[in-house]
């Protein structure tokens, strides 16, 4: 009797055994949930137009013996700048037009400028925001002599401009900016004799970028 209660009982954890494994064989496999990972964050871009008022100081000697003029610069540019895919290379093309209070005077000889412009292109490196750059191009601007008792004459002068900064994007759409520039304007005749001007020019400039969409 004893036996045949243990083989019941056997028979029972094995039948009980049997139906767990085959319902554990029926349930479906379980697979983790995929990681979530955040969005990827775009780095800033230096591509896109904008549009910056500047001013500084520009101080140049002229072959009038004695007369160096120098005075401020205040005006404006604009420009498109393009970084490459991958690359922290930036090039783009400037244009900027300015008031000029520059000047000097010496004896009865005057000699000044009263705009000034140029027309550049711009090789950058961009450390993220950071872009330091170069540029050249041609510049013009207005000379003036002023003899007395003689008279006074003047002449758009164009030359030749090189220079280069370093500017820092503050957000996406405004950045600040320092310039040295050096400019040759070559001769002019004025007053029946050749005039010679040279400048250099310190800037500082606030530009806004806009977003590249729809250009």
Excluded at 33 to 51: D, E, L, N, R
Excluded at 104 to 114: K, T
Excluded at 126 to 139: H, K, N, Q, S
């Amino acid at each position: 009797m004893i036996r045949i209660a243990l083989l019941g009982a056997a028979s029972a954890g094995a039948l009980v055994a049997l139906v767990a494994g085959a319902q554990a064989a029926d349930l479906p496999a379980y697979e983790p949930a995929p990681a979530v990972t955040a969005p990827a964050v775009p780095s800033f871009t230096w591509t896109g137009p904008y549009i910056g008022v500047q001013a500084g100081y520009a101080w140049g000697d002229t072959n009038i013996r004695g007369v160096k003029p120098e005075g401020f610069i205040v005006g404006g540019y604009a420009g498109y700048n393009v970084q490459l895919d991958g690359s922290p290379v930036v090039l783009g093309v400037e244009t900027d037009f300015n008031y000029s209070d520059v000047d000097d005077r010496r004896g009865g000889v005057r000699a000044q400028s009263d705009w000034a412009g140029a027309t550049r292109a711009r090789v950058g490196y961009a450390f993220d925001r950071f872009l330091a750059y170069a540029a050249g191009g041609v510049a013009y601007a207005d000379r003036e002599v002023r003899v007395r008792g003689v008279g006074r004459d003047s002449k758009t002068a164009l030359g030749w401009t090189v220079g280069g900064g370093l500017e820092y994007a503050a957000t996406d759409n405004v950045s600040v900016r320092g310039e040295y520039r050096y400019t040759d304007y070559g001769s002019d005749r004025l007053l029946g004799a050749k005039v010679k001007g040279d400048e250099h020019r310190v800037m500082g400039g606030v530009a806004y970028k806009f977003d590249t969409f729809g250009f």
